[in-house]
């Protein structure tokens, strides 16, 4: 990684700076991955089977496997056809979870919404920072070295145009999924919007609040990305 920092384009020090930043964002993805795609998975197992015995944790072992088998695969710079098919399910499937809310917001069946902070001041603190930390996170997604690696010189005008790319579906992807999903479900939405889309009835039953298909296909579409961005 050190090798992409440049001293013509920025001091001596950054390595020791943005390098551990860099290793914190990409343990964190190879973390959050499985995690993610675990999650679809239970969603996906749980429409054909309702009632069925498999837990979490083994979705999440089953995905940490598929990354793992992925993570193989040459990077980024031999294969960027897999980024960029990854861009368009990312694109694609925050598409349909705005749609999703928004479908379920107007629904009759929308859920009551209630926009208040819940918890503690403790708990709204630590709330502001946990927010903050994932705004953070998010933001610093478009990793400046691997940028700057694939770009012939000169690097400073082609980097600054690809990270405003990336920060534009960034902002398009992220703050649309978070809009619809708060005014949808309101402090009732969950850290995963997806499982407010499965309304627990007062019999104990499932309801999908969404077309099964339309869920199917999110889901899928996620794992799909989550493979994607993990090879």
Not at 26 to 45: E, Q
Not at 66 to 93: E, G, K, W
Not at 190 to 213: C, F, H, M, Q
Request: net charge positive; charged share 10%; with cysteine.
């Amino acid at each position: 990684m050190c090798s992409v920092f440049n001293t013509d384009t920025c001091p001596k020090w950054a390595k020791y700076y943005i390098g551990p930043l860099q290793f914190i964002i990409c343990f964190g993805t190879v973390i959050g991955g499985p995690l993610v795609g675990g999650n679809s998975l239970k969603f996906i197992y749980g429409l054909y089977h309702p009632e069925g015995s498999m837990k979490l944790y083994q979705f999440i072992i089953i995905c940490g496997v598929v990354t793992m088998l992925l993570a193989q695969l040459p990077s980024f710079h031999s294969l960027r056809h897999i980024n960029l098919i990854s861009l368009i399910l990312c694109v694609t499937y925050s598409t349909c979870l705005t749609v999703g809310s928004i479908y379920v917001g107007h629904s009759k069946n929308a859920p009551p919404r209630h926009y208040s902070v819940k918890g503690s001041d403790a708990d709204k603190l630590f709330g502001v920072f946990n927010g903050i930390s994932i705004i953070a996170t998010t933001y610093a997604s478009g990793i400046i070295p691997e940028i700057q690696a694939t770009l012939a010189p000169p690097v400073k005008g082609k980097m600054f145009k690809g990270l405003c790319v990336c920060y534009s579906v960034i902002v398009a992807t992220y703050f649309s999924v978070a809009i619809s999903g708060y005014w949808a479900f309101g402090n009732a939405a969950g850290a995963t919007v997806l499982s407010n889309y499965i309304e627990v009835t007062k019999l104990g039953e499932l309801k999908l609040l969404l077309p099964k298909w339309f869920f199917l296909m999110t889901n899928i579409l996620i794992l799909l990305q989550v493979f994607g961005l993990t090879a």
